[in-house]
């Protein structure tokens, strides 16, 4: 087995207690030892080693997004980028330039807006046909509540013999090819349907590489599909897996129960290796606070009409949980509202949650009163720090009592509870410098209206790299093997431009990831 040796190096073997070392000794794809430069050229020589210089640069241990979707996040960097695009010529000019590029059967692209046409009209379908005629097309609207296909996609999505509402119609009667919500959604699911294992294959592959080139060496997949799994089994099985999956089941697959197959194959949490892992399942308690579907147990305060709903009826997703946890498989429940979050604990309070360490998804919103249970119970929990740049509207949904509950991470980390750090990829920039960017900052220097109510729950940023390393890895059961650069973890760690624990708060964003190491082989650039 080869043996390498990084030295001199200003290497941050742990954030948690903070550890700063020169040099480290990689056997195979396991640190075997980590400390001075000296001894780990020694160690190197005694064992016909590498020895590799760092010359005075910053190494740490690689990022740890504990929740994304790897297939979506394959088809975002698949699809034609057409935000802030000025007319429809010139979306058309970009369309015809990127559909000779595109693999997949469906050619996509996100972000157009016709306010910014200088046409001053909306895209039809006769625009698309003028440059691609022969391939379905489907561009989204920056809103995702609109989008248009050319004829040819109009005719494959299946929308007018299906009778499906939200197609636009001209005076004459006509549709021009745009399409509204439930059209919308139709063509999506169809178009994600279509896409083979194969295609799956493709996209996982274009996902790992930006996913490398951005300093994430393991992913949280919450959830996959059967073919999504499949599809990282086949990368499996080639030896084509850059970086390390710890996958998170749908309980259902269409007609599948895939809950009952895991159990009669008698798979377990953990099953599988290194770099794929069956964990568990996912569920949904509640949606979104964007939508207003978040599951409050007070009105919106932007619509008094509402306090959003469960997306499982609670009963349901108590047996389900229960059903999962007896089956030896850990569970991963998105709940957003302060309502949902009762539902889940709930639950949680059946079943050892400490035996399994149940994870919750997103807590976003978390009454004083649920402090108590939550230390109590000690769910695992995964937080998406760049949400609250995202959601710089959330005032007006929550108002101005509740938004103190909102984005409770030092709260949470008081509380001695297992957590980490994703970025729900596509749903907000992989970048995880973005991600520890916002979870010190809160907004300070984006003009998020709500950072002076919260400012208080601002992390610092060991604790920011601590819960984005480690933190991620315990709440995937994977503390043993990844999270810190001390002998026995596998050696996966990145080469970044600038040491983080000095520059300003307000840089943070700007650090840059050099190289990537995943098991001591440099898989970036
Ligand atoms: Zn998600």
Known sequence: MEVKAFINGKIYSSFKPL??????????????????SEKAV?????????????????????FIDSHLHIDTLGIALNTLDLRGVGSIRELKDKLKAYSSKSRFKWIMGHGWDHELFEEKRWPNRWDIDEVVPDKPVLLTRICLHAGVVNTRGLRESRVLEENIPGVQR???????????????????????????????????????????????????????????????????????????????????????DVLELLGRMGVKKGFGDEYLRIMGVKLFADGSLGSRTAWLTKPY????????????????????????????????????????LDTVLEAYSIVRVDKMRHRVEHASVIRDDQLELLKKIKPAISLQPHFIITDWWAKNRLGVERIKWLYRFKTLLELELTIGFSTDAPVEPTN???????????????????????????????????????GSASVM????ELGTLEPGKLADFIVVDVDPLTIPEGDLRRVRVLETYVGGVRVYP
């Open 170 to 256: 001209d005076e004459r009667g006509e549709p021009t090819g745009v399409l509204f919500e439930a059209a919308l959604k139709h063509t999506r699911e169809k178009i994600k349907a279509e896409l083979s294992t194969s295609d799956y294959v493709d996209l996982i592959k274009t996902a790992q590489e930006h996913l490398v080139s951005q300093g994430v060496t393991t992913v949280g997949v919450a959830g996959c599909s059967l073919k999504v799994l499949k599809a990282l089994t086949a990368l499996w099985a080639r030896g084509e897996l850059k970086i390390r999956f710890r996958v998170y089941l749908y309980p259902r697959d269409g007609e599948v």
């Open 301 to 340: 305060s932007d619509d008094p009409s509402t306090r959003g709903e469960p997306s499982m009826d609670p009963e349901e997703l108590k047996k389900t949980i229960k059903r999962a946890h007896d089956l030896g498989l850990q569970v991963a429940v998105h709940a957003i509202g302060d309502r949902a």
């Open 42 to 62: 020694e160690i190197a020589r005694g064992l016909n080693g590498l020895i590799i210089d760092l010359g005075g640069r910053v190494v740490m241990p690689g």
């Open 477 to 480: 059961w994977s503390e043993g």
């Open 19 to 36: 550890r700063v070392i020169s040099g480290f000794v990689v056997y195979g794809d396991r640190v075997i030892y980590s400390g001075s």
């Open 432 to 470: 995880p410098w973005e991600t520890i960017y916002a979870a010190v900052t809160r907004g300070k220097y984006d003009g998020v209206p709500y950072y002076e109510d919260t400012k208080g729950e601002s992390l610092g940023v060991v604790d920011a790299l601590h819960a984005y390393t480690m």
